[in-house]
């Protein structure tokens, strides 16, 4: 297993780790429910960070399979403080099948050595409150608690 940088024919690929995302969270929270074309929007979605120079999508390859992918950019603060940017990571997943073996650890390696080759000076990441499996991750890498969301719905 290797990890490298996201190409588009990775794209297939990445379609069946997504929908395996997916459907994992909408069992934690209805509001993960697709749309009809939501496969479709997210392969335009994911086809434009290919030319985003503050976007980086990394896979991890097993036998030509991609197995997992992690999606990191840069973010702006507000022009009010100190620290300018950061990075974030925008999704994490590992297939099933491959799950506690680590991929899910070097792909975050990896994309935090991108962030900090950006000049980036933190990480953040938005974990489902339900989600007590992502959550367990990444505080075993080092995250802190920091802010929460809260929602109202109607």
């Not at 940088?5 to 395996?20: F, M, Q």
């Not at 702006?76 to 899910?104: C, D, L, Q």
């Not at 409150?129 to 719905?153: C, H, M, P, V, W």
Request: net charge negative.
């Amino acid at each position: 297993m290797y990890i490298r940088e996201a190409v588009p024919d990775d794209v297939s690929g990445l379609k069946v780790l997504w929908t395996e995302f997916m459907d994992y969270h909408v069992d934690l929270d209805s509001d993960y429910t697709r749309s009809d074309d939501a496969l479709a929007n997210w392969v335009d979605y994911i086809n434009a960070k290919f030319d985003n120079e503050s976007t980086k999508i990394l896979v991890a390859v097993e036998e030509d399979i991609v197995v997992g992918y992690i999606g990191a950019m840069i973010r702006m603060y507000p022009p009010v403080w100190t620290i300018s940017k950061y990075g974030y990571i925008e999704e994490i997943a590992v297939t099933e099948n491959f799950r506690r073996k680590g991929i899910a650890s070097q792909l975050l390696t990896a994309a935090q050595n991108w962030l900090l080759s950006q000049g980036t000076s933190r990480i953040k990441v938005n974990i489902d409150s339900a989600n007590e499996a992502s959550q367990g991750f990444f505080r075993s890498q080092g995250f802190l608690d920091n802010t929460e969301t809260l929602i109202k719905k109607f």
